[in-house]
């Protein structure tokens, strides 16, 4: 029974402790220093930005905003840094695993230079842009995004693994980089120089191939959006069909406990255990989705900042109204996810401290009081 009974406590321990860091944004994980201009924080889910102080505290998901001339560095609490250049948007993501996925950060539009330090076996840091992921092992490097989504990755010192739109990854070196925009393969040349790098050329650049492949630009967002739709649904059912079986498990965890069949109880414990890592795998994937489709989402409202943005909004009327509807429809159910998500994990968490045999232990230890005489009995 004394196995049993620790046994039950281990379990319980370690669904906790996966529940807290994946529901654990609560702490800050940065702060903003080294401030020159105007530089403003928007937190989660509120529109209005507030003007940044120096030392301001950045949680998850906040969203660090620069202006013409502006610039500031974003210093995480394990030392690693970003420099955020003028004229760029960027999100501190969350951190859903502590162990796996230590840090990420979404660049949205401008430019970043990164300095990485050695992370362990578990730990990655990842960059995300409209048409790339950026891994990194420890490292120095450079993040462009352009108004038209194409991204350039560059490295000074060690190396960087590229993911495209398209799954295909390829590895950067020192002193190469590589640019990738929506529809092309991934490549790479030699002869990168960060202090040689013209941001303001290359974002002009950026802006006038928006303006001149907007109706390419427009079909290939089209295609993504579908496709997030679709993979989001599936993501949904993956999540109904865990939550029916943690259900099931915890009534039937409930029922074997009141019959007194510990092997049982042991058995299904095992499962729920299970079952809440794969629901953390799901979540992950959910979330980096998110952060892939808020991208598509900032160069999708670009548009509106075209020349002829009205007679081109007309001749692609219905495309725009599919692609508003299915942008509400997704950020609606992410922002729902998103509370559910922690919902789900406080049920859990409270369900597996009702299962913790509180009565017995108790029991045990008034059995050993009584059998030393109690307190009264120890105090003559």
Same mark, same amino acid.
């Not at 702060?31 to 120096?54: C, D, H, M, W």
């Not at 942008?327 to 789900?344: G, L, S």
């Given at each position: 029974?004394?196995?049993?009974?620790?046994?039950?406590?281990?379990?319980?321990?370690?669904?906790?402790?996966?529940?807290?860091?994946?529901?654990?944004?609560?702490?800050?994980?940065?702060?903003?220093?080294?401030?020159?201009?105007?530089?403003?924080?928007?937190?989660?889910?509120?529109?209005?930005?507030?003007?940044?102080?120096?030392?301001?505290?950045?949680?998850?998901?906040?969203?660090?905003?620069?202006?013409?001339?502006?610039?500031?560095?974003?210093?995480?609490?394990?030392?690693?840094?970003?420099?955020?250049?003028?004229?760029?948007?960027?999100?501190?993501?969350?951190?859903?695993?502590?162990?796996?996925?230590?840090?990420?950060?979404?660049?949205?539009?401008?430019?970043?230079?990164?300095?990485?330090?050695?992370?362990?076996?578990?730990?990655?840091?990842?960059?995300?842009?409209?048409?790339?992921?950026?891994?990194?092992?420890?490292?120095?490097?450079?993040?462009?995004?352009?108004?038209?989504?194409?991204?350039?990755?560059?490295?000074?010192?060690?190396?960087?693994?590229?993911?495209?739109?398209?799954?295909?990854?390829?590895?950067?070196?020192?002193?190469?980089?590589?640019?990738?925009?929506?529809?092309?393969?991934?490549?790479?040349?030699?002869?990168?120089?960060?202090?040689?790098?013209?941001?303001?050329?290359? *974002?002009?650049?950026? $802006?006038?191939?928006?303006?001149?492949? +907007?109706? =390419?630009?427009?079909? #290939?967002? @089209? /295609?993504?959006?579908?496709?997030?739709?679709?993979?989001?649904?599936?993501?949904?059912?993956?999540?109904?069909?865990?939550?029916?079986?943690?259900?099931?498990?915890?009534?039937?965890?409930?029922?074997?406990?009141?019959?007194?069949?510990?092997?049982?109880?042991?058995?299904?414990?095992?499962?729920?255990?299970?079952?809440?890592?794969?629901?953390?795998?799901?979540?992950?994937?959910?979330?980096?989705?998110?952060?892939?489709? *808020?991208?598509?989402? $900032?160069?999708?409202?670009?548009?509106? +900042?075209? =020349?002829?943005?009205? #007679?081109? @909004? /007309?001749?692609?009327?219905?495309?725009?109204?599919?692609?508003?509807?299915?942008?509400?429809?997704?950020?609606?159910?992410?922002?729902?996810?998103?509370?559910?998500?922690?919902?789900?994990?406080?049920?859990?968490?409270?369900?597996?401290?009702?299962?913790?045999?509180?009565?017995?232990?108790?029991?045990?230890?008034?059995?050993?009081?009584?059998?030393?005489?109690?307190?009264?009995?120890?105090?003559?």
């Amino acid at each position: 029974m004394k196995r049993f009974i620790l046994f039950t406590i281990i379990n319980i321990l370690i669904c906790l402790s996966i529940a807290g860091a994946a529901d654990d944004n609560s702490s800050p994980v940065a702060k903003l220093i080294q401030i020159k201009g105007k530089v403003y924080l928007q937190k989660f889910n509120e529109e209005k930005r507030s003007t940044a102080p120096e030392n301001t505290k950045i949680y998850g998901e906040d969203t660090v905003i620069t202006e013409i001339d502006s610039e500031c560095v974003i210093l995480y609490n394990n030392g690693n840094s970003i420099k955020v250049s003028p004229e760029s948007e960027v999100k501190v993501n969350d951190r859903i695993d502590k162990e796996e996925d230590s840090n990420s950060i979404t660049c949205f539009i401008g430019s970043i230079f990164a300095k990485i330090k050695k992370l362990g076996k578990k730990e990655t840091f990842n960059i995300t842009t409209p048409t790339a992921v950026v891994g990194v092992r420890g490292t120095k490097f450079m993040v462009a995004s352009g108004e038209d989504g194409v991204s350039l990755i560059g490295v000074t010192d060690g190396t960087v693994e590229v993911e495209n739109a398209y799954n295909k990854k390829l590895t950067i070196k020192e002193n190469e980089q590589t640019e990738i925009s929506y529809d092309s393969e991934t490549g790479k040349k030699s002869g990168f120089q960060h202090n040689k790098f013209n941001r303001q050329q290359w *974002m002009k650049k950026r $802006k006038e191939s928006f303006q001149k492949n +907007k109706d =390419k630009i427009l079909n #290939d967002l @089209e /295609k993504r959006f579908d496709n997030f739709e679709n993979k989001f649904k599936m993501t949904q059912k993956k999540i109904k069909g865990l939550q029916i079986k943690r259900r099931i498990w915890i009534k039937s965890i409930q029922k074997a406990k009141k019959s007194n069949q510990p092997d049982r109880v042991a058995l299904l414990r095992k499962r729920l255990i299970r079952n809440f890592k794969e629901f953390a795998r799901v979540i992950k994937t959910a979330r980096r989705m998110n952060n892939r489709f *808020m991208c598509h989402g $900032k160069t999708f409202n670009r548009f509106k +900042k075209i =020349k002829g943005f009205k #007679d081109f @909004e /007309k001749k692609y009327a219905e495309k725009f109204k599919k692609m508003h509807a299915n942008r509400t429809k997704f950020r609606k159910n992410i922002i729902n996810h998103h509370k559910d998500k922690r919902n789900q994990m406080r049920e859990f968490r409270q369900n597996m401290k009702d299962d913790k045999p509180r009565g017995k232990s108790r029991g045990s230890k008034r059995d050993q009081r009584n059998r030393s005489g109690g307190r009264r009995g120890r105090n003559r």
